[in-house]
C-alpha cells in the first residue's frame, strides 16, 4: 500500500511552488469526512491517523478471500457479524480495512468506534511485510485476541493469539505463534469447535 497526499498538508506559497506544512494527524471523523465529500476517492485505511491506499488485489487474494469468508460464516452464524473489507473504526486514530473482521453483532450505524472483533484475517500476497509486522502490532495494541495472516505465495496462514497490548515489535505482539500449512486445519478460539481445511480456501494456480 501506498501512503497519499492527503496525510501531509500542502500550501502554495508566494513564489506560486507548493509547500509542505507540518503532517495532520487525521481522525476517524475526518476520514469519514473526506469520503463522503468525495475528496478521498477508492479504499484507504487510516493507521496511527496517517491515510493510506489498499493496493489493487489479484486473483488470488479474491478467490481466497470469498472461499475464506463462506467458512468463516459457517464457522461464526449469527448473531455474529463477518464483514469483509470494510473500514473497522479501533480507535480516534485508526481504521484499517481488514480482509475478515468477526465480530460478536452487527456494527452500529455512523458510530465512531466499532465493536472490537473476536478474529482479524489478512490475506497477503505484497502486503505480507506489513501484515506481520506493522498491523501484527497494531491488532494486539487493539486487543484483537486472535489474528491471522494468509500467506499466498508460502501457501500457509500465520495465526497469532493472546495479544500483548504494550506491543512495540512485531517480535512481542502475540504470546503464541504458529504456522499451519496448506494441509493443516484450524480453530479459531472464539469457536474452537469449528474446523477450517487450509486446503479448502488457500487457491492453487493451475
Partial sequence: MSQISTSVLEFEGSDGVA???????????????????????????????????????????????????????????????????????????NAPEPDIAVLLNRPVPGALIDPLPILVIEVSEETLATDISRKRVNYARFNVQEYWVVDLRRKQVNVFRHPNVNATQPSDAYAEESIVKIDGTLSPLANPTALLRVADFMPIAG
Avoid at 464483514?83 to 486514530?93: K, L, M, N
Fill in 19 to 93: 509547500k509542505h506544512a507540518s503532517r495532520h494527524r487525521f481522525t476517524v471523523a475526518e476520514l469519514m469526512t473526506l469520503v463522503e465529500q468525495g475528496i478521498l476517492q477508492g479504499h484507504a485505511e487510516l493507521v496511527d491517523g496517517e491515510i493510506l491506499h489498499t493496493a489493487a488485489v489479484g486473483n488470488g487474494h479474491s478467490l481466497c478471500l470469498e472461499d475464506l469468508r463462506d467458512q468463516i460464516r459457517v464457522a461464526f452464524p449469527a448473531p455474529y457479524f463477518v464483514r469483509t473489507q470494510a473500514t473497522h473504526r479501533f480507535t480516534e486514530f
